[in-house]
């Protein structure tokens, strides 16, 4: 099964075709909807679509611990490196790694340093 994510606007549309490029079926936000959609639109057109949101966005996290929703799943990455060419490497590798939790229902945070992964509910 492959993953799908959609990208949050407040990461570049250049993650496209480098997520697409490693096998991830990808869209970004403003393919799908309103670039000022509020973050609960986005939430809730992942988790009716099958896909795991992908942001750097912390309202998202707090989103899913609020609620003790079981998905859709995220995917977060923090600190300040957020471009392709600055964390795409461990981005792709922590995807492939915990594709079975984002799956089922996950929260999947990246930074430079380490990935780690928690299941939903939060």
């Known amino acids: 099964m492959t993953?799908?994510?959609?990208?949050d606007v407040n990461l570049s549309p250049e993650w496209v075709p480098v997520l697409t490029g490693a096998g991830f079926e990808?869209?970004?936000w403003t393919q799908i909807?309103?670039?000022s959609?509020?973050?609960r639109e986005i939430m809730?057109?992942?988790a009716a679509n099958g896909h795991a949101v992908f942001s750097h966005d912390l309202?998202?996290?707090t989103m899913l611990a609020l609620t003790h929703a079981?998905?859709?799943s995220l995917v977060q990455l923090r600190g300040p490196k957020v471009l392709p060419e600055q964390i795409a490497e461990t981005l792709i590798a922590s995807l492939r790694r915990f594709q079975?939790?984002?799956?089922?229902?996950a929260l999947l945070l990246i930074d430079p340093r380490r990935s780690r992964v928690r299941i939903l509910p939060l």
């Open 3 to 7: 993953l799908r994510l959609v990208i």
């Open 26 to 28: 990808t869209l970004h």
């Open 33 to 35: 909807g309103d670039p």
């Open 37 to 39: 959609a509020p973050d």
């Open 44 to 46: 809730d057109w992942a």
């Open 59 to 61: 309202d998202f996290s």
């Open 70 to 72: 079981r998905g859709p």
């Open 100 to 105: 079975a939790d984002l799956e089922a229902g």
